[in-house]
């Protein structure tokens, strides 16, 4: 049985999350367990695959692209996880 690769239609793009490296800071400032520090609402990611409908180019899979993180779905099927998001959420991307 050949391996089977998720295509994603309706204008989503199919995405992956560019890990950011994090920076370990020791603080002497004393905080409740439960703080979080404020972080970004959005995200880096890369296209992996694009609908044949979108209406937008996207220079290809590969391209780095900005998204709001609340606007990605993450859907699991048979183990595996997709990241999907569509077309109009996508604030720009970087071209080189």
Not at 5 to 32: A, C, D, G, Q
Not at 81 to 89: D, I
């Amino acid at each position: 049985r050949g391996e089977i690769m998720f295509k994603p239609i309706n204008r989503h793009l199919l995405i992956e999350k560019v890990e950011e490296k994090k920076e370990e800071s020791k603080s002497t400032i004393l905080v409740p367990d439960d703080y979080k520090v404020k972080s970004s609402p959005y995200g880096l990611y890369t296209v992996k695959d694009i609908a044949g409908d979108c209406e937008k180019s996207f220079g290809g899979n590969g391209t780095k692209i900005i998204v709001n993180d609340s606007m990605v779905e993450e859907i699991s099927v048979e183990g595996e996880k997709y990241y999907l998001v569509l077309e109009n959420y996508v604030y720009g991307m970087f071209l080189e």
